[in-house]
Nanobody, 121 residues
C-alpha cells in the first residue's frame, strides 16, 4: 500500500506565501514524477507544477515566477512554495506521484486527498 498525504494549506491574504508539502509512505522503492495540481468547483483539475526524479521542472504559465516545486528523494516528499499569492490561486491542491513499489515493479500513479488553499483579497 502507498499513501500520499498533502499538508500546509490554509487561508492567506493576497501577496502572502504558503508552503505545501506532500509525503508518500508505505511500500516504496522509488518515485518518478511528482506533480501538483489544483481544482476549483466546476473546473477540471489542472497541472500547476511537476518535477521528475532527475529534477526536470515544468510550471503552468499562471504560476511561473511565483511558485517553486522541489523534492526530497530521501524523504519521499515534494514541496510547493507559493509566493505572491493571488485570489485566483484559491483552489484545492492535489499531489500526484508515480511510484515504483519494488525494483521490478512498474510505475503506479497515486493521488493525495487534497488541501484547501484560500487567498483573500
Amino acid at each position: 500500500q502507498v499513501h500520499v498525504v498533502e499538508s500546509g494549506g490554509g487561508l492567506v491574504q493576497t501577496g502572502g506565501s504558503l508552503r505545501l508539502s506532500c509525503a508518500a509512505s508505505g511500500t516504496i522503492f522509488s518515485i518518478g514524477n511528482w506533480g501538483w495540481y489544483r481544482q476549483t468547483p466546476g473546473k477540471e483539475r489542472e497541472l500547476v507544477a511537476s518535477i521528475s526524479r532527475g529534477g526536470s521542472i515544468n510550471y503552468s504559465d499562471s504560476v511561473k515566477g511565483r511558485f517553486t516545486i522541489s523534492r526530497d528523494n530521501a524523504k519521499n516528499t515534494v514541496y510547493l512554495q507559493m509566493n505572491s499569492l493571488k485570489p485566483e490561486d484559491t483552489a484545492v491542491y492535489y499531489c500526484n506521484a508515480d511510484v515504483r513499489r519494488f525494483s521490478t515493479d512498474f510505475l503506479r500513479n497515486y493521488w493525495g486527498q487534497g488541501t484547501q488553499v484560500t487567498v483573500s483579497s
